[in-house]
């Protein structure tokens, strides 16, 4: 949530840094070889005042950062424990008593597609997560040196690393699955009668 705010405020003030940029620097292009300095000075000037002013619209306060990191990771915890939960077991079953739970579990048509479609949204959503926890252990490792609980932060850190390797796990958990499922003749026959009756 907090990105698309920061997101809104950057298209919002992009053109009217930009506009800054045009107005300051177009006064001093001229032809003359002394202006020519100037133009340059001031197009420096520009780029300095713009970059102070695009960091001024971005600055997230560093306890804020931490305290949706800490809420983030119990979210992905949680949907970690689900989804391991859910089908730990299935991965390490045989095909045919995986077959079986799929047919037993599923009544509606189409069930190895069905499930086939629910383990890739789990591996898709797990991998979103694994991008954002790396990108969030990055931005805490901007702020660590100015942040004055450095047990805290490291905390933090040894607690994404773990996320991030649970994460990982499942992952190739559920890589396995899928490729498990695409070698069934019934994932194939469900695909193909699906495909066909929706073109």
Do not use: C
């Amino acid at each position: 949530m907090l990105k698309k705010k920061v997101l809104f405020l950057h298209l919002k003030n992009i053109k009217k840094i930009i506009f800054s940029i045009i107005l300051i620097t177009f006064p001093t292009v001229t032809s003359e070889k002394k202006h020519f300095y100037y133009s340059i000075a001031g197009t420096i000037a520009a780029v300095i005042i713009g970059k102070v002013v695009y960091d001024h619209i971005h600055y997230i306060p560093p306890e804020q950062i931490i305290q949706e990191w800490q809420s983030m990771l119990k979210t992905i915890q949680q949907d970690i424990d689900y989804y391991h939960a859910l089908y730990k077991n299935d991965a390490h079953i045989s095909n045919w008593e995986l077959k079986e739970i799929i047919i037993e579990t599923n009544k509606q048509p189409y069930p190895f597609l069905r499930y086939y479609t629910a383990v890739h949204k789990a591996l898709l959503l797990l991998q979103t997560y694994y991008v954002t926890v790396t990108e969030h252990l990055s931005e805490i490792t901007k702020h660590e040196k100015k942040l004055s609980y450095k047990k805290f932060i490291l905390k933090l850190k040894l607690d994404g690393k773990n996320v991030q390797q649970r994460i990982s796990q499942i992952i190739s958990l559920l890589t396995i699955l899928t490729m498990k499922l695409q070698s069934f003749q019934e994932y194939q026959d469900d695909h193909y009668y699906w495909k066909e009756k929706n073109e």
